[in-house]
């Protein structure tokens, strides 16, 4: 069997409506994987911030630690009186650790700087920050540290480390409460 051509008027000529649509989703995938790329990158930055914001406060743990010990270690303890056995550290030997004492405003503290050298290298490690040192950012203020003493509450003693990282808006800070007896 033979086929017989077919009149040209028969035969109709395809013409799509659609021009450019694969061109359109093709687009609109892009832009859409576009939005997911800067999503990953936006987390990985808050990520960042984080971890960053995590360091700082252990950091300032640290420092609040190594101060608490430093008092421990090397505050004066007279013996007690008989018929008691032991030590007992004096309201006065913890005076000499006091360092900005007074002030409510945390991390806007005033009051004398210590004078003891214990103190005064604490303070200065937190400001410095280099290859040795990691410091602390914004502690650079010595307005920003507190050790407040207080010996009618059983020689507690309260240590408060603050610093303001390159993206806080307020300072942030770390308390530590112990008693040294």
Known sequence: MTSLPMPSSIIMKYKPNQHGVFLLEALIAILIFAFGILGI?????????????????????????????????????????????????????????????????????????????????WVDRMKTINATNKGLPGASDTKFQQVLVNAAAFNQVTITVCWQGPNDAVPRRHTLVTNVN
């Open 41 to 121: 990158v936006a987390l990985g930055a808050t990520a960042i911030n984080a971890q960053s914001d995590a360091q700082y406060r252990t950091e300032a743990a640290a420092y609040a630690n190594e101060m608490a010990g430093a008092i421990w270690t090397n505050v004066l303890r007279e013996q007690m009186p008989a018929p008691a056995v032991g030590y007992r550290v004096p309201s006065a030997a913890l005076a000499a650790f006091q360092h900005n004492a007074t002030g409510t405003t945390p991390c806007q503290y005033t009051g004398t700087a210590a004078t003891s050298p214990l103190v005064t290298s």
